[in-house]
Nanobody
C-alpha cells in the first residue's frame, strides 16, 4: 500500500486548510484511514480516523474544528481543518491499516499556523 498526501501549507490563526490522502495498491475492502500529527519535540498523536463504514474518531483538541471524510471508491481521505490554531502546527501523517500488520504511513505534510 502506498499513501500520497497533498495539501497543507501556511495559514493564519483562524484560517482553514484541507489535506487529502490517497491510498493505492492492495487496498482491503475493510480498513481504517486516519491522520496523525507530530509537532516538534512532541510524540505523534492521533488527530482523526475514519473506517470504511463511515465511523469516525476525533482527538478532543480538534472536535468541532476538523472534519474527516473519505471516498471509498477512490480510496481517498480528506480532512477539512477550520479555525486553525498555532498549536495545530505539525507534520500531518496519513495512516492506513487493514487491521493486520503492517500499518502504512504517508511521508507527511507540514501544516503551519501563524499567530
Amino acid at each position: 500500500v502506498q499513501l500520497q498526501a497533498s495539501g497543507g501549507g501556511l495559514v493564519e490563526s483562524g484560517g482553514s486548510l484541507r489535506i487529502s490522502c490517497t491510498a493505492s495498491g492492495s487496498i482491503s475492502s475493510i480498513n481504517i484511514m486516519g491522520w496523525y500529527r507530530q509537532a516538534p519535540g512532541k510524540r505523534r498523536e492521533l488527530v482523526a480516523d475514519a473506517f470504511t463504514n463511515g465511523r469516525t474518531n476525533y482527538a478532543t483538541s480538534v472536535k468541532g474544528r476538523f472534519t474527516i471524510s473519505r471516498e471509498n471508491t477512490n480510496n481517498t481521505m480528506y480532512m477539512e481543518m477550520n479555525n486553525l490554531k498555532p498549536e495545530d502546527t505539525a507534520v500531518y501523517y496519513c495512516h492506513y491499516s487493514n487491521f493486520q500488520p503492517p500499518d502504512y504511513w504517508g511521508p507527511g505534510t507540514l501544516v503551519t499556523v501563524s499567530s
